[in-house]
């Protein structure tokens, strides 16, 4: 599975645009993008996932650049509880090997 | 979305006792459930992948005598923790996945504390 990069940490100001950038330079040509989140001391709750095209759900929309080595989780309207480890995973197969992830803080 | 749980939520045991924590997806069948644990302020680590029916499948490092893991149903896996020991304290997590996507539902966890 292809080893993901995310920065850290990240603050969005409430009602803005959340931005959570992912590189996966070595993603293979059937892997997946999944992007998952996981409020504190509670299991991880799925997002968005693609493959090549951008993705819109309810939740968030993902843009993957056309070489698929990174993508963009976006967050559209950012509230309070929106704040917590965003997580995107590379995956082939069913296994899901979690990066660091990126701990984004939704300031009032 | 689909609803996986664990039980209990919080366990508290004795170093030496083993402790067995159930995850259940309750309204579809789970052809795969893995189980993960997650120490403070770490990312979640991989532990086993079990398909319903079948010996699990371990990570490397992860000892199979000491995380005994049961699939036995469709809907349950059952992680128990032998002769556990303070090192064992974690958050354990629990996934299901269905057999027409990757995708995989969370459970809420089980904060394991050995004293």
């Known amino acids: 599975d292809a080893k993901t990069t995310q920065p850290t940490s990240m603050d969005c100001a409430e009602g803005r645009a959340a931005n959570l950038p992912c590189n996966h330079s070595t993603i293979s040509g059937n892997e997946y993008v999944y992007w998952y989140r996981q409020i504190h001391s509670q299991g991880p709750q799925y997002i968005i996932h693609?493959?090549?095209n951008n993705e819109t759900n309810e939740m968030a929309s993902l843009i993957i650049t056309e070489d698929r080595k990174s993508s963009t989780l976006i967050l559209p309207h950012a509230t309070l509880r929106d704040t917590a480890v965003y997580y995107c995973i590379g995956v082939t197969g069913n296994q899901f090997y979690f990066g660091t992830g990126t701990s984004l803080t939704v300031i009032p | 979305g689909a609803v996986v749980s664990q039980h209990p939520s919080r366990v508290i045991c004795k170093s030496g006792t083993s402790v067995k924590i159930e995850c259940r997806s309750l309204d579809f069948q789970a052809t795969t459930m893995f189980w993960y644990r997650q120490f403070p302020k770490k990312s979640l680590m991989l532990m086993a992948t079990?398909?319903?029916?079948?010996?699990?499948?371990?990570e490397q490092g992860v000892e199979k005598d000491k995380f005994l893991i049961n699939h036995a149903s469709l809907t349950l896996s059952t992680l128990t923790v032998t002769s556990a020991h303070p090192e064992d304290s974690s958050f354990y997590i629990c996934?299901?996945?269905?057999?027409?996507?990757?995708?995989?539902?969370f459970g809420p966890g089980t904060r394991l504390t050995v004293t």
């Open positions: 693609g493959l090549k």
């Open positions: 996934s299901a996945s269905g057999s027409l996507t990757y995708e995989q539902y």
């Open positions: 079990s398909n319903e029916g079948s010996k699990a499948t371990y």
